[in-house]
């Protein structure tokens, strides 16, 4: 006997295994990215779209793990925990925020902003020389923590951070990750209390891994050929591509 698993039937289950094969294999080689593909894909498949974002919190953490324990020699603590600190405090204002206005308005501003700054890395090679002061840590992390109560997403401004900062496409990946690792150790918990990760998601997630990790092989195997200045310009393609779909989709 089957255990019990979100999936009405193995078309769905095949269309699942691809969504997140291929988000993976994105996340892996870049990141972040993984929540853009995955969440908009599988919310045209699921009408309940919690099953989505824990099924989605679950699968990443295996790769979060793995890239973050190769990247360990990579990892700057001090800033990452001055993005945290300002992530903690953004996540509940984020959140009143969501509850008490219309945050339509701030998506866009946002997704102009990211097409804006990915289009001028686009025209900056050098990127990822430059160091931003410490004291703008908090700073960033408050806006990423903002955005995460807002629309679940808190990607962009770590991107951007990254992006000016980290030396090497490792340094890049493993940082960022080591950040959403930290906020998938939290969500866990607090999914768990809340009673979000039930026996069917936590069956369809193992029921999906193999998928799962075979595009994150994949997603590494591309990150380790391709060049420095092949994978800086696409992570700017990328910024421009984020921005654009929160402006059309407002």
Not at 155 to 184: C, D, E, H, V
Not at 216 to 235: D, K, M, P, T, Y
Request: proline share 7%.
């Amino acid at each position: 006997m089957l255990p019990p698993l979100i999936f009405p039937d193995l078309a769905t289950y095949l269309l699942t295994c691809l969504i997140l094969a291929v988000a993976q294999m994105v996340y892996v080689l870049f990141g972040f990215g993984a929540g853009l593909i995955a969440v908009g894909s599988l919310a045209l498949v699921y009408s309940n779209m919690q099953d989505v974002v824990v099924l989605l919190l679950l699968v990443n953490l295996p790769a979060e793990l793995w890239v973050v324990l190769h990247s360990r020699r990579e990892i700057r603590w001090r800033p990452i925990l001055g993005l945290a600190s300002g992530i903690a405090l953004g996540i509940p204002a984020g959140t009143w925020l969501l509850k008490t206005g219309d945050p339509s308005l701030i998506l866009t501003i946002l997704g102009v902003f990211l097409m804006v700054v990915g289009l001028v890395f686009l025209r900056l090679p050098a990127a990822g020389t430059v160091k931003p002061p410490a004291a703008l840590a908090p700073p960033t992390g408050l806006l990423s923590g903002l955005l995460t109560g807002l629309f679940g997403t808190g990607g962009p401004p770590l991107i951007i951070w990254y992006q000016l900062s980290a030396s090497t496409k490792a340094a890049f990946r493993g940082n960022l990750m080591t950040i959403f690792l930290m906020m998938t150790f939290v969500r866990v918990p607090s999914y768990l209390v809340g009673g979000l990760v039930t026996a069917p998601r936590l069956w369809s997630s193992l029921a999906v891994m193999p998928a799962v990790l075979l595009g994150a092989w994949l997603g590494n195997r591309l990150h380790l050929s391709i060049s420095e200045q092949r994978f800086r310009f696409l992570v700017s393609i990328l910024l421009v591509i984020l921005g654009l779909l929160q402006v059309i989709h407002r």
